[in-house]
Protein backbone atom coordinates (compact mmCIF):
# COMPACT_ATOMS: atom_id res chain seq x y z
CA UNK A 1 0.00 0.00 0.00
CA UNK A 2 1.16 3.47 -0.66
CA UNK A 3 -0.44 6.51 1.30
CA UNK A 4 0.54 10.02 0.68
CA UNK A 5 -0.58 12.90 2.72
CA UNK A 6 -0.84 16.42 1.13
CA UNK A 7 -0.85 19.14 4.35
CA UNK A 8 0.85 22.08 5.03
CA UNK A 9 2.64 21.20 7.88
CA UNK A 10 4.66 18.03 7.06
CA UNK A 11 6.93 18.48 9.54
CA UNK A 12 4.19 17.88 11.69
CA UNK A 13 3.20 14.26 10.34
CA UNK A 14 6.59 12.77 9.49
CA UNK A 15 7.59 11.61 13.01
CA UNK A 16 4.92 9.96 14.04
CA UNK A 17 4.67 7.90 10.78
CA UNK A 18 8.51 6.86 11.31
CA UNK A 19 7.72 5.38 15.12
CA UNK A 20 6.49 2.62 16.39
CA UNK A 21 4.26 -0.08 14.31
CA UNK A 22 3.72 2.36 11.59
CA UNK A 23 7.64 2.78 11.23
CA UNK A 24 8.50 -0.73 11.22
CA UNK A 25 5.74 -1.65 8.86
CA UNK A 26 7.24 0.65 6.72
CA UNK A 27 11.08 -0.50 6.97
CA UNK A 28 9.27 -4.08 6.19
CA UNK A 29 8.13 -2.89 2.71
CA UNK A 30 4.37 -2.89 4.02
CA UNK A 31 3.02 0.29 3.20
CA UNK A 32 5.06 3.64 1.63
CA UNK A 33 3.67 6.66 3.02
CA UNK A 34 4.65 10.30 1.91
CA UNK A 35 4.39 13.50 2.86
CA UNK A 36 3.55 16.62 1.04
CA UNK A 37 3.90 20.10 1.20
CA UNK A 38 1.04 21.60 -0.36
CA UNK A 39 2.94 25.17 -0.52
CA UNK A 40 5.00 23.63 -3.37
CA UNK A 41 1.99 23.74 -5.19
CA UNK A 42 1.06 27.40 -4.77
CA UNK A 43 1.25 29.21 -7.57
CA UNK A 44 1.54 32.92 -5.50
CA UNK A 45 5.17 34.50 -5.20
CA UNK A 46 4.91 33.97 -1.34
CA UNK A 47 3.75 30.58 -1.60
CA UNK A 48 0.16 31.64 -0.06
CA UNK A 49 -2.28 28.96 0.59
CA UNK A 50 -5.55 30.77 1.93
CA UNK A 51 -7.39 33.70 1.16
CA UNK A 52 -9.95 35.74 3.31
CA UNK A 53 -13.76 34.02 2.75
CA UNK A 54 -16.31 35.48 0.27
CA UNK A 55 -19.61 37.00 2.14
CA UNK A 56 -17.14 37.98 5.04
CA UNK A 57 -15.99 36.06 8.33
CA UNK A 58 -13.39 35.36 10.93
CA UNK A 59 -10.54 33.22 9.66
CA UNK A 60 -8.97 31.92 6.28
CA UNK A 61 -10.04 29.29 3.75
CA UNK A 62 -7.93 27.02 1.94
CA UNK A 63 -7.55 27.69 -1.45
CA UNK A 64 -8.65 25.56 -4.41
CA UNK A 65 -5.59 25.48 -6.98
CA UNK A 66 -2.58 24.54 -4.63
CA UNK A 67 -5.09 21.08 -3.61
CA UNK A 68 -6.02 20.26 -6.79
CA UNK A 69 -2.66 20.95 -8.11
CA UNK A 70 -0.76 19.12 -5.43
CA UNK A 71 -3.51 16.43 -5.62
CA UNK A 72 -3.22 16.22 -9.31
CA UNK A 73 0.55 15.82 -9.29
CA UNK A 74 0.78 13.65 -6.47
CA UNK A 75 -1.16 11.05 -8.45
CA UNK A 76 0.74 10.96 -10.95
CA UNK A 77 3.72 9.73 -9.02
CA UNK A 78 2.13 6.02 -9.00
CA UNK A 79 0.02 4.31 -12.17
CA UNK A 80 -2.61 3.01 -9.33
CA UNK A 81 -5.43 4.62 -8.93
CA UNK A 82 -5.93 6.41 -5.62
CA UNK A 83 -8.90 6.63 -3.11
CA UNK A 84 -8.67 10.59 -2.28
CA UNK A 85 -9.73 11.19 1.53
CA UNK A 86 -10.55 14.50 2.94
CA UNK A 87 -10.50 14.97 6.73
CA UNK A 88 -13.30 16.61 7.87
CA UNK A 89 -15.64 17.36 10.94
CA UNK A 90 -17.95 16.52 8.13
CA UNK A 91 -17.51 13.55 7.22
CA UNK A 92 -18.47 9.81 7.00
CA UNK A 93 -17.18 8.47 10.71
CA UNK A 94 -14.20 6.66 10.86
CA UNK A 95 -15.16 3.53 12.43
CA UNK A 96 -13.19 -0.04 12.36
CA UNK A 97 -15.27 -1.39 9.49
CA UNK A 98 -14.10 1.81 7.87
CA UNK A 99 -10.60 1.36 8.61
CA UNK A 100 -11.21 -2.40 7.04
CA UNK A 101 -12.43 -1.11 4.04
CA UNK A 102 -9.85 1.48 3.44
CA UNK A 103 -6.63 -1.11 3.96
CA UNK A 104 -7.88 -3.43 0.83
CA UNK A 105 -7.04 -0.42 -1.23
CA UNK A 106 -3.38 -0.44 -3.31
CA UNK A 107 -3.55 3.57 -2.55
CA UNK A 108 -4.54 6.21 -0.43
CA UNK A 109 -4.29 10.07 -0.81
CA UNK A 110 -5.23 11.99 2.37
CA UNK A 111 -6.00 15.74 2.28
CA UNK A 112 -5.11 17.63 5.87
CA UNK A 113 -7.24 21.05 5.66
CA UNK A 114 -6.28 23.75 7.79
CA UNK A 115 -7.46 27.03 9.00
CA UNK A 116 -11.78 27.53 8.78
CA UNK A 117 -11.46 24.96 6.14
CA UNK A 118 -10.78 23.86 2.63
CA UNK A 119 -12.65 25.87 -0.70
CA UNK A 120 -16.32 24.02 -1.28
CA UNK A 121 -14.73 23.64 -5.33
CA UNK A 122 -12.09 20.92 -3.29
CA UNK A 123 -15.06 18.62 -2.64
CA UNK A 124 -17.07 19.34 -5.47
CA UNK A 125 -14.30 19.10 -8.34
CA UNK A 126 -12.26 16.25 -6.76
CA UNK A 127 -14.90 14.22 -5.43
CA UNK A 128 -13.34 12.66 -2.16
CA UNK A 129 -14.39 10.28 0.50
CA UNK A 130 -14.79 12.84 3.22
CA UNK A 131 -13.74 11.43 6.83
CA UNK A 132 -13.96 12.36 10.20
CA UNK A 133 -12.31 10.98 13.45
CA UNK A 134 -15.43 12.55 15.72
CA UNK A 135 -17.62 15.04 16.55
CA UNK A 136 -14.81 17.52 17.11
CA UNK A 137 -13.25 20.22 15.63
CA UNK A 138 -9.22 20.09 15.20
CA UNK A 139 -6.85 22.86 14.58
CA UNK A 140 -5.82 21.38 11.12
CA UNK A 141 -6.46 17.61 9.51
CA UNK A 142 -2.74 16.45 10.04
CA UNK A 143 -3.62 14.70 13.60
CA UNK A 144 -7.03 13.40 12.06
CA UNK A 145 -5.31 11.79 9.14
CA UNK A 146 -2.51 10.34 11.72
CA UNK A 147 -5.59 8.62 13.14
CA UNK A 148 -6.75 7.33 10.19
CA UNK A 149 -3.67 6.36 9.25
CA UNK A 150 -2.61 4.10 12.29
CA UNK A 151 -6.80 2.59 12.16
CA UNK A 152 -5.52 1.60 8.86
CA UNK A 153 -2.11 0.22 8.62
CA UNK A 154 -2.28 -1.80 11.45
CA UNK A 155 -5.37 -4.07 9.74
CA UNK A 156 -2.65 -4.87 7.29
CA UNK A 157 -1.47 -8.03 6.78
CA UNK A 158 1.49 -9.40 9.11
CA UNK A 159 2.12 -5.52 10.18
CA UNK A 160 0.89 -6.70 13.90
CA UNK A 161 3.21 -9.87 13.78
CA UNK A 162 0.41 -12.57 14.45
CA UNK A 163 -2.79 -12.58 11.90
CA UNK A 164 -5.58 -12.60 15.06
CA UNK A 165 -3.72 -9.19 16.85
CA UNK A 166 -6.31 -7.38 15.18
CA UNK A 167 -9.50 -9.68 15.37
CA UNK A 168 -9.44 -10.00 19.25
CA UNK A 169 -9.72 -5.72 19.65
CA UNK A 170 -12.07 -3.53 20.62
CA UNK A 171 -14.92 -2.98 17.96
CA UNK A 172 -13.89 -6.21 16.28
CA UNK A 173 -16.78 -9.05 15.59
CA UNK A 174 -17.28 -11.37 18.58
CA UNK A 175 -16.77 -15.07 16.78
CA UNK A 176 -20.01 -17.08 16.88
CA UNK A 177 -19.73 -20.56 15.31
CA UNK A 178 -16.50 -19.91 13.95
CA UNK A 179 -18.32 -17.00 11.81
CA UNK A 180 -16.18 -13.70 12.59
CA UNK A 181 -18.61 -11.84 10.67
CA UNK A 182 -21.70 -13.47 12.08
CA UNK A 183 -20.73 -11.87 15.77
CA UNK A 184 -21.86 -8.44 17.17
CA UNK A 185 -19.38 -5.32 17.44
CA UNK A 186 -17.96 -5.13 21.32
CA UNK A 187 -15.31 -4.00 23.36
CA UNK A 188 -12.48 -5.90 23.87
CA UNK A 189 -12.38 -7.96 27.24
CA UNK A 190 -10.30 -7.29 30.37
CA UNK A 191 -6.40 -8.07 29.71
CA UNK A 192 -3.88 -9.03 32.68
CA UNK A 193 -0.08 -10.01 32.87
CA UNK A 194 2.35 -10.67 35.48
CA UNK A 195 2.49 -10.49 38.47
CA UNK A 196 -0.60 -12.99 39.29
CA UNK A 197 -1.39 -10.55 42.42
CA UNK A 198 -0.74 -6.47 42.68
CA UNK A 199 -1.74 -4.58 46.41
CA UNK A 200 -4.14 -7.27 46.84
CA UNK A 201 -6.20 -6.95 43.26
CA UNK A 202 -5.44 -10.69 41.68
CA UNK A 203 -5.62 -12.20 37.86
CA UNK A 204 -9.40 -13.99 37.69
CA UNK A 205 -9.22 -17.44 38.30
CA UNK A 206 -10.46 -19.00 34.72
CA UNK A 207 -7.14 -17.37 33.18
CA UNK A 208 -5.03 -19.40 35.36
CA UNK A 209 -6.61 -22.77 34.82
CA UNK A 210 -5.40 -23.51 31.63
CA UNK A 211 -9.09 -24.55 30.32
CA UNK A 212 -8.90 -22.72 26.94
CA UNK A 213 -12.59 -23.41 26.22
CA UNK A 214 -13.80 -21.70 29.65
CA UNK A 215 -10.65 -18.80 28.58
CA UNK A 216 -12.71 -18.20 25.60
CA UNK A 217 -16.37 -17.88 27.02
CA UNK A 218 -15.08 -15.75 29.83
CA UNK A 219 -13.65 -13.28 27.32
CA UNK A 220 -17.09 -13.63 25.57
CA UNK A 221 -19.01 -13.17 28.63
CA UNK A 222 -16.60 -10.04 29.57
CA UNK A 223 -16.59 -8.62 26.15
CA UNK A 224 -20.37 -8.92 26.16
CA UNK A 225 -21.06 -7.43 29.81
CA UNK A 226 -18.47 -4.52 28.96
CA UNK A 227 -19.94 -3.49 25.99
CA UNK A 228 -23.79 -3.21 27.24
CA UNK A 229 -22.18 -0.90 30.18
CA UNK A 230 -20.27 1.39 28.48
CA UNK A 231 -21.28 1.17 24.76
CA UNK A 232 -24.54 -0.53 24.56
CA UNK A 233 -25.37 1.39 21.30
CA UNK A 234 -23.08 -1.34 19.84
CA UNK A 235 -25.19 -3.92 20.67
CA UNK A 236 -28.34 -2.09 19.86
CA UNK A 237 -27.10 -1.97 15.92
CA UNK A 238 -26.55 -5.44 16.25
CA UNK A 239 -30.50 -6.03 17.63
CA UNK A 240 -31.70 -3.35 14.95
CA UNK A 241 -29.58 -5.14 11.87
CA UNK A 242 -27.55 -2.12 11.56
CA UNK A 243 -23.72 -1.66 11.23
Not at 82 to 110: F, Y
Request: net charge negative; charged share 30%; proline share 7%.
Amino acid sequence: MRIDILTLFPEACEPFFASSIIGRAQSAGKVTIKCHNIRAHSTDPHRKVDDVPFGGGPGMVMMCQPIFDAVETVTREDPRGPTLILMTPQGRRLTQRVAEELATKDRLILIAGHYEGVDERVRIGLSPLELSVGDYVLSGGESAAMVAVDAIVRLLPDVLGHPDSSKDESFSRLDEGGEQDAGVVALEYPQYTRPREFRGLTVPPVLLGGNHGQIRQWRREESLRRTAERRPDLLEKKNNGTD
